[in-house]
Protein backbone atom coordinates (compact mmCIF):
# COMPACT_ATOMS: atom_id res chain seq x y z
CA UNK A 1 0.00 0.00 0.00
CA UNK A 2 1.32 3.24 -0.83
CA UNK A 3 0.30 6.41 1.08
CA UNK A 4 1.47 8.67 -2.06
CA UNK A 5 0.46 7.35 -5.71
CA UNK A 6 1.76 9.76 -8.82
CA UNK A 7 0.57 9.27 -12.39
CA UNK A 8 1.35 8.48 -14.76
CA UNK A 9 4.61 7.14 -14.31
CA UNK A 10 6.25 7.91 -17.39
CA UNK A 11 5.21 10.66 -19.69
CA UNK A 12 6.83 12.04 -23.29
CA UNK A 13 5.54 15.10 -25.00
CA UNK A 14 5.95 17.57 -27.76
CA UNK A 15 8.18 20.56 -27.18
CA UNK A 16 5.39 23.44 -26.33
CA UNK A 17 2.85 21.07 -24.71
CA UNK A 18 0.84 21.33 -21.59
CA UNK A 19 1.95 18.78 -19.11
CA UNK A 20 -0.28 17.86 -16.48
CA UNK A 21 0.98 15.06 -13.59
CA UNK A 22 -1.20 14.19 -10.82
CA UNK A 23 -0.25 12.74 -6.74
CA UNK A 24 -3.54 11.62 -4.94
CA UNK A 25 -2.38 10.71 -0.93
CA UNK A 26 -4.20 8.85 1.36
CA UNK A 27 -3.12 10.34 4.93
CA UNK A 28 -3.47 13.84 6.39
CA UNK A 29 -1.06 16.07 5.80
CA UNK A 30 -0.10 19.13 6.80
CA UNK A 31 1.99 19.81 3.38
CA UNK A 32 2.71 18.87 0.54
CA UNK A 33 5.76 19.17 -1.45
CA UNK A 34 6.76 18.99 -5.50
CA UNK A 35 10.42 17.81 -6.06
CA UNK A 36 12.49 17.36 -9.32
CA UNK A 37 15.24 15.31 -9.70
CA UNK A 38 17.45 15.84 -12.93
CA UNK A 39 18.95 13.07 -14.67
CA UNK A 40 22.58 13.48 -12.58
CA UNK A 41 20.54 13.08 -9.37
CA UNK A 42 20.19 16.18 -7.89
CA UNK A 43 16.78 16.94 -5.98
CA UNK A 44 15.20 20.33 -5.93
CA UNK A 45 12.22 21.45 -4.04
CA UNK A 46 9.92 23.23 -6.47
CA UNK A 47 7.06 23.89 -4.37
CA UNK A 48 5.35 23.07 -0.93
CA UNK A 49 1.47 23.36 -0.54
CA UNK A 50 -0.49 23.26 1.84
CA UNK A 51 -3.52 25.08 0.04
CA UNK A 52 -4.64 26.61 -3.13
CA UNK A 53 -2.57 27.50 -5.94
CA UNK A 54 1.06 28.40 -6.20
CA UNK A 55 2.97 29.48 -9.92
CA UNK A 56 6.30 29.78 -10.96
CA UNK A 57 7.70 30.62 -13.85
CA UNK A 58 6.06 28.03 -16.14
CA UNK A 59 5.07 25.68 -13.46
CA UNK A 60 2.05 25.33 -11.22
CA UNK A 61 0.69 23.37 -8.34
CA UNK A 62 -2.39 23.19 -7.22
CA UNK A 63 -3.86 20.91 -4.48
CA UNK A 64 -7.52 20.10 -3.49
CA UNK A 65 -7.35 18.84 0.24
CA UNK A 66 -10.92 17.40 0.73
CA UNK A 67 -9.86 15.49 -2.71
CA UNK A 68 -6.61 14.63 -1.41
CA UNK A 69 -4.89 15.31 -4.81
CA UNK A 70 -2.52 17.40 -6.17
CA UNK A 71 -1.65 18.21 -9.51
CA UNK A 72 1.35 19.82 -11.06
CA UNK A 73 1.44 21.52 -14.40
CA UNK A 74 4.46 22.80 -16.72
CA UNK A 75 3.05 25.27 -19.62
CA UNK A 76 4.66 25.45 -22.79
CA UNK A 77 7.06 22.66 -22.35
CA UNK A 78 10.42 22.57 -22.98
CA UNK A 79 13.68 20.13 -23.49
CA UNK A 80 14.74 20.84 -19.94
CA UNK A 81 12.04 20.26 -18.42
CA UNK A 82 13.01 16.70 -18.93
CA UNK A 83 13.61 15.05 -15.19
CA UNK A 84 11.77 12.91 -12.30
CA UNK A 85 9.16 14.78 -10.52
CA UNK A 86 8.23 13.20 -7.19
CA UNK A 87 5.24 14.16 -5.16
CA UNK A 88 5.95 13.44 -1.31
CA UNK A 89 3.68 14.80 1.69
CA UNK A 90 4.46 15.38 5.30
CA UNK A 91 1.56 14.05 7.79
CA UNK A 92 -0.13 15.78 10.20
CA UNK A 93 0.16 13.63 13.01
CA UNK A 94 4.31 14.04 13.20
CA UNK A 95 7.45 14.23 11.60
CA UNK A 96 6.55 11.31 9.07
CA UNK A 97 7.09 11.80 5.03
CA UNK A 98 5.70 9.84 2.06
CA UNK A 99 7.13 9.70 -1.05
CA UNK A 100 5.60 9.36 -4.59
CA UNK A 101 7.48 7.20 -6.58
CA UNK A 102 7.69 9.60 -9.28
CA UNK A 103 6.95 10.42 -12.96
CA UNK A 104 9.57 10.24 -15.39
CA UNK A 105 9.25 13.22 -18.12
CA UNK A 106 11.17 13.61 -21.14
CA UNK A 107 10.43 16.63 -23.51
CA UNK A 108 11.25 16.37 -27.41
CA UNK A 109 12.48 19.04 -29.43
CA UNK B 1 26.51 29.18 -1.63
CA UNK B 2 23.84 28.13 1.39
CA UNK B 3 23.02 24.83 0.72
CA UNK B 4 23.17 20.94 1.77
CA UNK B 5 26.99 19.33 1.13
CA UNK B 6 27.24 15.62 1.20
CA UNK B 7 30.06 13.84 1.22
CA UNK B 8 31.33 11.32 -0.63
CA UNK B 9 29.70 11.17 -3.93
CA UNK B 10 30.07 7.34 -4.63
CA UNK B 11 31.38 4.13 -2.74
CA UNK B 12 32.14 1.05 -2.93
CA UNK B 13 32.00 -1.21 -0.09
CA UNK B 14 32.43 -4.89 0.99
CA UNK B 15 29.61 -6.78 2.91
CA UNK B 16 30.69 -6.19 6.36
CA UNK B 17 32.71 -2.76 6.18
CA UNK B 18 31.27 0.08 8.16
CA UNK B 19 31.47 3.76 6.78
CA UNK B 20 30.01 6.99 7.72
CA UNK B 21 28.09 9.47 5.26
CA UNK B 22 28.36 12.75 6.37
CA UNK B 23 26.08 16.08 5.63
CA UNK B 24 26.30 19.31 6.50
CA UNK B 25 24.34 22.38 6.08
CA UNK B 26 24.67 26.28 5.85
CA UNK B 27 20.92 27.10 5.86
CA UNK B 28 20.63 27.58 9.98
CA UNK B 29 17.67 25.06 9.60
CA UNK B 30 16.50 22.72 12.63
CA UNK B 31 15.38 19.58 10.82
CA UNK B 32 17.34 17.22 8.99
CA UNK B 33 17.15 14.28 7.41
CA UNK B 34 18.22 11.13 6.06
CA UNK B 35 16.67 9.31 3.10
CA UNK B 36 17.54 6.20 0.51
CA UNK B 37 16.11 5.64 -3.03
CA UNK B 38 15.68 3.12 -4.39
CA UNK B 39 14.32 2.11 -8.07
CA UNK B 40 10.60 2.00 -8.21
CA UNK B 41 10.21 2.62 -4.44
CA UNK B 42 10.36 6.09 -4.07
CA UNK B 43 12.40 8.19 -1.63
CA UNK B 44 12.21 6.31 1.93
CA UNK B 45 12.85 8.17 5.29
CA UNK B 46 16.00 6.46 7.56
CA UNK B 47 16.05 9.05 10.15
CA UNK B 48 15.67 12.76 10.84
CA UNK B 49 16.45 15.15 13.40
CA UNK B 50 14.30 17.78 14.40
CA UNK B 51 16.58 19.91 16.46
CA UNK B 52 20.65 19.56 17.73
CA UNK B 53 20.73 17.01 20.09
CA UNK B 54 17.46 15.08 19.09
CA UNK B 55 17.34 11.99 16.20
CA UNK B 56 14.65 9.74 15.78
CA UNK B 57 13.92 6.95 13.59
CA UNK B 58 11.89 7.19 10.27
CA UNK B 59 10.42 4.65 8.21
CA UNK B 60 13.96 2.20 7.79
CA UNK B 61 15.96 2.59 10.37
CA UNK B 62 17.57 -1.01 10.61
CA UNK B 63 20.85 -1.50 10.18
CA UNK B 64 21.80 2.39 9.79
CA UNK B 65 23.09 4.92 12.68
CA UNK B 66 22.90 8.51 13.17
CA UNK B 67 24.44 11.74 15.05
CA UNK B 68 23.49 15.21 15.36
CA UNK B 69 27.01 15.78 16.00
CA UNK B 70 25.56 20.12 15.84
CA UNK B 71 23.06 22.11 14.46
CA UNK B 72 25.23 22.07 11.30
CA UNK B 73 26.36 18.30 10.40
CA UNK B 74 23.95 15.01 10.87
CA UNK B 75 26.15 11.68 10.09
CA UNK B 76 24.77 8.27 8.84
CA UNK B 77 26.77 5.59 9.82
CA UNK B 78 26.96 1.67 8.66
CA UNK B 79 28.15 -0.38 10.88
CA UNK B 80 28.30 -3.48 9.02
CA UNK B 81 27.35 -3.05 5.54
CA UNK B 82 25.00 -5.00 3.68
CA UNK B 83 23.99 -5.89 -0.46
CA UNK B 84 20.96 -4.64 0.51
CA UNK B 85 21.66 -1.37 1.68
CA UNK B 86 23.32 -0.71 -2.25
CA UNK B 87 21.24 2.38 -2.78
CA UNK B 88 21.36 6.11 -2.86
CA UNK B 89 21.33 8.20 0.09
CA UNK B 90 20.01 11.62 0.10
CA UNK B 91 20.16 14.55 3.02
CA UNK B 92 17.87 16.94 3.59
CA UNK B 93 17.33 19.65 5.73
CA UNK B 94 14.21 22.39 5.92
CA UNK B 95 12.17 24.02 7.75
CA UNK B 96 8.40 23.44 7.89
CA UNK B 97 7.08 26.65 6.19
CA UNK B 98 10.03 26.99 3.75
CA UNK B 99 10.53 23.73 2.44
CA UNK B 100 13.14 21.50 2.05
CA UNK B 101 16.99 21.48 -0.03
CA UNK B 102 18.64 18.21 -0.58
CA UNK B 103 22.28 17.37 -1.41
CA UNK B 104 23.55 16.05 -4.48
CA UNK B 105 23.40 12.56 -3.27
CA UNK B 106 25.63 9.31 -2.42
CA UNK B 107 25.71 6.49 -4.86
CA UNK B 108 26.77 3.47 -2.30
CA UNK B 109 27.26 -0.16 -3.70
CA UNK B 110 28.03 -2.75 -1.10
CA UNK B 111 29.62 -6.66 -2.79
Known amino acids: KNEVEQSPQNLTAQEGEFITINCSYSVGISALHWLQQHPGGGIVSLFMLSSGKKKHGRLIATINIQEKHSSLHITASHPRDSAVYIC???????????FGTGTSLTVIP | NAGVTQTPKFQVLKTGQSMTLQCAQDMNHNSMYWYRQDPGMGLRLIYY???????DKGEVPNGYNVSRLNKREFSLRLESAAPSQTSVYFCATGQQIYGYTFGSGTRLTVV
Open chain 2, 49 to 55: SASEGTT
Open chain 1, 88 to 98: AVRTNTGNQFY
